[in-house]
């Protein structure tokens, strides 16, 4: 019998209706006391961690819900987190670079509507991921709407509707319908390193997005208060060197040790800097390639690696480096 850890953090599928709107309200008990008594097959225990709505998360809170998996690892065979929708993708991301090489799984699910309502999402949701979580398998997951999605690979792209999540850039790892659990291709047990936990953040990163006109100013606005900044510019990626040219202050923030990624806002497919002359001005720069991750692998990837190193070459080293699948490798392999 597999033993399981429900570790509850709050979010919709936890909230309660109050007078100024929807908010947690409910503690990893009462989450499980809406699941069948008759749990064939595991045992699960819970904690709460936080009970708060994701819009509220924060880095600091990443790190003790990496914590709390670490320090309970040894004795359960998988973990299922109960997380609000809003930042969902940036935590599972986070999670993955300070929890790297599970062998269990690690499995991040909510809802668009709360669990003690009618009409909900949440029990098939919660009762996906502990099916997902007994099985044999390593990793941090997004389980929601009968999808398994890579830790790295998840985006909320709806707000409403309850299959809320897309996998980007990378394949379904599987779905789930009742006790059936269906892969999208043969499992094979992968080659993982030893287990590695390593919470270290720097939380001062910045998230632009490039939009035309953008005044040169705004980059001095930034300059003394982030370490890093990500750039989500246009199509393929590039910076704006005509009417306001951008690359000046660009040259200014990496001369002064800030970490810059140049990401896209163009949710698939990534970023090639080297197609047309405004990626390529950007690029004689030391910047950082951000390939086909999304936005919300970037973030917190950023704050991992400059929690490792102050050194930019270091940075650009573990940025552009693969880890938990968040790059495709052709991707890395083509510049």
Known sequence: MKKLLLLATGGTIASVQREEGLAPGMNAEDL???????????QIESKLLMNIDSTNMQPEFWVKIAEAVYE???????????????????TSAALSYMLQNAAKPVVI????????????DAKKNIADAIRFACEDTGGVFIVFDGRVILGTRAVKIRTKSYDAFESINHPYIAYINGSEVTYNKPVRSPKRGKFHFNPSLCPDVFLMKLTPGAKPELFDCIKHLYKGVIIESFGSGGIPFQGRNLLPKLQELIASGIAVVITT???EEGEDLSLYEVGRKAA???IIL??????????PKLMWA????????????????PIANDITKEEVGAR
Request: net charge negative; hydrophobic share 30%.
């Open 265 to 267: 806002q163009c949710l």
């Open 284 to 286: 004689q720069n030391q």
């Open 290 to 299: 951000s390939g086909d991750m999304n936005t919300e692998a970037i973030v």
């Open 32 to 42: 499980l006391g809406f699941l069948p008594q008759e749990r064939a097959g595991y």
């Open 109 to 120: 699910t909510g809802s668009q509507v709360p669990i003690s309502f009618k009409r909900t």
């Open 306 to 321: 400059l929690g490792q190193t102050n050194d930019l070459q270091e940075v650009k080293r573990i940025m552009e480096s």
């Open 72 to 90: 309970h690892y040894d004795h359960y065979a998988g973990f299922v987190i109960t997380h609000g929708t809003d930042t969902m993708a940036y």
